[in-house]
């Protein structure tokens, strides 16, 4: 139980363009989902958290209008990086949680997503 | 603002030694919770510890969370191949940024068979 799939696992796109990563929960009702990154040997830096149909709340120094978060429903949330340069090349990882935020829950994680932009 | 730290940064045994992971938060935490991420996976939640003081263990892992609640460690018995991985805790503060978790850096080990 408690599968979270991610969609690609992995991209290459040329810098300018957006890609859109999506983040499903296949075997529950995600209240909440997060979306990180993660750099090579490092761990995971907390990029964004949403709630279903609600604005997704941003961590410091992560620009909102370039990394869109849609949270359409229950069960999937997508991540959209806009007009993508290298460095926004990395690992991106969803989790998604049963709980609201702050509520003692695991967070389940997806696959992960490798984005290179070239 | 929070920070959580964890120590040692890289761990290497071998086979049937045991292994422990610390980590230390800079406020007191609500709960901690611990992952392990194997080489080229995503990570997997283990085990999350709320109380002061708690103690849990799993098979050969014993995870326990200070009576202070701004320490934890995870301790692992006569370590086999398949533990390699990094293991992470991740620290939830009262009141902190909608209450999300931080991660320490995390503990890569690995396991000379």
Redesign the interface.
Known sequence: GAVVSQHPSWVICKSGTSVKIECRSLDFQATTMFWYRQFPKQSLMLMATSNEGSKATYEQGVEKDKFLINHASLTLSTLTVTSAHPEDSSFYICSASMGLAGAPYGQYFGPGTRLTVT | GQQVMQIPQYQHVQEGEDFTTYCNSSTTL??I?W?KQRPG?????LI?L?KSGEVKKQKRLTFQFGEAKKNSSLHITATQTTDVGTY?CAG?SYGG??????????T?LSVKP
């Open positions: 609500s709960n919770q992952y996976g995503h990570p997997v939640f999350q709320v992470f939830r940024s909608q209450g999300n978790l931080i991660f320490g850096k995390g890569k």
